[in-house]
């Protein structure tokens, strides 16, 4: 794909071209996490959902899940419909005032959501995650997981941090985190952040008039960073900074991104229909950054010496089963990365290990079908899932 040498705005037709077919086409992508802000989804004046704006962003939903893709859904709103059941003051909020208002308004959220989805004909099932879980191993695992299998099952999961159990100030763009953090956990290819701007400008469009849009930025270098600024409003300078923290976070996991305007109906298909929007590109893929973190980022815990015919499956792109590790080493806990070895002792891979090394080696060399019977709870059938498994070079 061709990439224009600088993020800044095109001077020239050739430039121009250049950036034209650069810009991703919203149908080539396969998984897509979709994050919608507060301020779109709750009319700040009186409190109330915009039933008639979520109903549309729905119908965009369930368009892109009738094409086969993957949708999860990261929605802020819960505090600001809270807050307006609670009559609470129109002043910022102390911490617990913030958890007391999520807790009312997580329930009319998530019933809003549903029932916007189920009118479409697609089932949305809640998580309440919080940037800890996202970031220590036996929880992301565990939040990994689940998401995988409500995408299995064709569910569109509706995200929310858990903001009645937060421990620190509730800052506005953490959702945008949250959401990049989803995107990487998930293995998403596409962000997409609506927002009440339609991408990002070399200076906050209300204040400079001379501020030019940027719709493609290949890379976010210092110069990106700059022109988001440091503290500002919530809708610009400080707004777009969050932003530009979330695409880091998730072109890095191998996601691209995109800022759009949400403020419109069906936000989604107008992107699809070449909205302005600027769109931020991931250097890889997203199985490629997190076998990358695997191989390489992580420090090993523990070796798994394997018989030969596990090697042999795990060289076919088969998870490592119990009944193929010959040999527990080491002390390391679910999620924790570890070697696998094959019977000369050479390094056939690395990878995050589904059991504590207790539970591990009581089940190694034995059926999946008798670990529940061995452990006394249905666990998971592989020791080491091929999603989380890195073969070696030349293995």
């Known amino acids: 794909m061709n990439r224009p040498a600088s993020p800044l705005p095109a001077s020239d037709a050739a430039t121009d071209a250049a950036t034209a077919a650069a810009v991703p086409k919203l149908s080539s992508f396969r998984r897509i996490v979709v994050k919608v802000g507060s301020a779109l989804l709750v009319d700040s004046a009186r409190g109330a959902l915009r039933h008639a704006w979520l109903a549309a962003l729905a119908e965009d ?18 505090i600001a419909l809270g807050r307006n059941v609670l ?23 998530a019933r809003a959501w549903s029932e916007a989805l189920a009118h479409e004909g697609v089932t949305a099932g809640q998580i309440l995650i919080t940037l800890g879980d996202t970031e220590e191993r036996r929880r992301y695992l565990n939040a990994r997981s689940t998401l995988a299998k409500l995408l299995d099952l064709k569910v569109v999961p509706v995200i929310n941090e858990n903001d009645t159990v937060a421990t620190s100030e509730i800052r506005y763009g953490d959702n945008d985190r949250l959401a990049a953090r989803v995107a990487g956990m998930a293995s998403a290819d596409l962000l997409v952040l609506l927002s009440d701007i339609d991408g990002l400008y070399t200076a906050p469009p209300n204040d400079d008039p001379n501020a030019a849009f940027i719709p493609l930025v290949p890379r976010i270098s210092a110069e990106i960073e700059a022109m988001a600024g440091g503290t500002g409003t919530e809708l610009s300078r400080g707004g777009m900074k969050t932003k530009i923290e979330a695409g880091k976070i998730a072109t890095t996991a191998g996601a691209h991104m995109v800022i ?61 089963l119990p009944a193929g590790v010959s040999r527990v080493e ?23 290990v589904a059991y504590d090394h207790d539970y591990a080696d009581r089940i190694r060399g034995r ?11 249905e666990g998971r059938a592989a020791m080491v899932h091929r999603d989380d ?7």
């Open 87 to 109: 009559k609470l003051p129109k002043r910022p909020l102390k911490l617990e005032e913030s958890q007391a208002a999520a807790a009312v308004g997580q329930i009319a959220l």
């Open 389 to 395: 498994l890195v073969i070696a070079t030349g293995g």
């Open 260 to 320: 759009a305007s949400g403020k419109g109906k069906n936000p989604i298909r107008a992107i699809a229909e070449g909205a302005r929007c600027t769109w931020f590109l991931a250097p890889t893929n997203p199985v490629a950054s997190r076998k990358r973190w695997i191989a390489g980022s992580l420090e090993p815990r523990g070796v798994l010496h394997l018989d030969a015919g596990a090697v042999a499956a795990l060289r076919r792109g088969s998870s490592l």
């Open 330 to 352: 080491g002390e390391f806990q679910r999620g924790d990365a570890v070697v696998l070895r094959g019977p000369d002792g050479a390094e056939v891979g690395r990878g995050l």
């Open 367 to 377: 059926s999946s079908d008798e670990i529940a019977t061995i452990t006394g709870f």
């Open 61 to 78: 939903v369930a368009s892109l899940h009738r094409e086969g893709k993957e949708v999860l859904v990261v929605s802020s709103g819960a």
